[in-house]
């Protein structure tokens, strides 16, 4: 029976598998028994997911390329060695991680159920807002701007509070004009990735994550990303809606060119970075939010399973001349990342 099973699970994935090349060939002018042979030999390199294969370009990446494409699985692989678990709590809590990396953190924070009128009133003095975040979720999942500039304000602010649970209320970040240009309706935040392993700390690949058309910065829900030279603070390309795959040379709601824009006090942000990432170095694989404000960056959050997908966006393959990230996981198999030149302008070595 095991035999009969096993046999109809792989009858099923290469159905699939042909029915994605199949569509895939049609949208891209290519051989669908080449694209499914394609997908077949990726999927015993890595584990590949339709969507990686479809958002990396794989079919057009050189063999040795093909190699370095980091997946899901590959980074799953990854934690499981080198993470502590013991450790997640403190990135996965927000109230948990706003001590931690309070020094980092830079306003102020209360659990929702110590939250009265006066604290709110007190926390929207200079915004006239306040944010309120579930103590556990991601992706942008249930975070709330409040508005708390009237008494009235407040008070249906307090029962929202009340109402949605267990959770943390913070001040609302006051973005630098940069940042505030792209889009002043939101937060819009860096996102870096840091891996630690004993083949080294790496802080690598920063995102520019400015909000589309909602009031919260998040690529997974609503946002354009865009890639950012780490050494230099300057956005290397335009930006991608990475749920739609659609492409703006400028925001569509403020116009405000994305590639070339010079993000603020960028030396600083990546000094913080250099003093956060060893607090979490139990963590293997860190996505790390921060946002830039007149009087320097700020940390807004981290993740343990961070989301990857416009590091490897074959639109920008061209800033690590067609190759993934792949390299920074394979200490798993005992290999230390060796930077050719390739990821100059995306990688830095920490330690």
Known sequence: MGQISELKRMLTSRKYIREFAEDYAERHGKNAKDVEGDIIQAKKL???????????????????????????WTRMDFRRKFTDRRYIGMLMNKYIFSKVFEEFYGRQCVQASDVDADILKKMGEATR?????????????????LSVGT????????????????????EYIC????????????????RF?????PEGSFLFAPILTVAH??????????????LVDIRT????????????????QTHPITGAAFRGVQLGCWDETIEMMRRVVPLASK?????????????????????TIPGFTTAQYSGYGWVTDGYGYQPLFDAVHGIGFEDDGRYEKVVLRLS
Not at 175 to 189: E, H, T
Not at 193 to 197: D, I, N, T
């Open 129 to 145: 807002h306040v944010v309120y975040k579930p103590n556990c979720k991601g992706m942008g999942e249930g975070i709330r701007i």
């Open 175 to 190: 973005q630098d004009s940069v940042m505030n240009k792209l889009n002043p309706k939101a937060v819009n935040v860096i």
């Open 233 to 248: 603070g300057k956005v290397l390309t335009d930006a991608v809606d990475q749920n739609e795959m659609i492409e703006y």
């Open 151 to 170: 008494k009235e304000e407040v008070e249906a602010a307090l029962e929202c509070v009340r109402s949605v649970g267990d959770g943390i209320v913070e």
């Open 283 to 303: 963590i293997s694989n860190v996505g790390w939010d921060v946002a830039i404000t007149e009087n320097g960056p700020v940390l807004i959050e981290a993740n």
């Open 46 to 72: 890595n584990h590949i997911s339709f969507g990686e294969y479809e958002w990396t370009n794989h079919f057009e990446l050189g063999a040795k390329q093909k190699k370095t494409v980091s997946t899901l």
């Open 193 to 197: 990735y840091s891996v630690c392993s």
């Open 213 to 226: 058309k909602n009031d919260i910065a998040n690529g997974c829900q609503d946002a354009l990303t865009s």
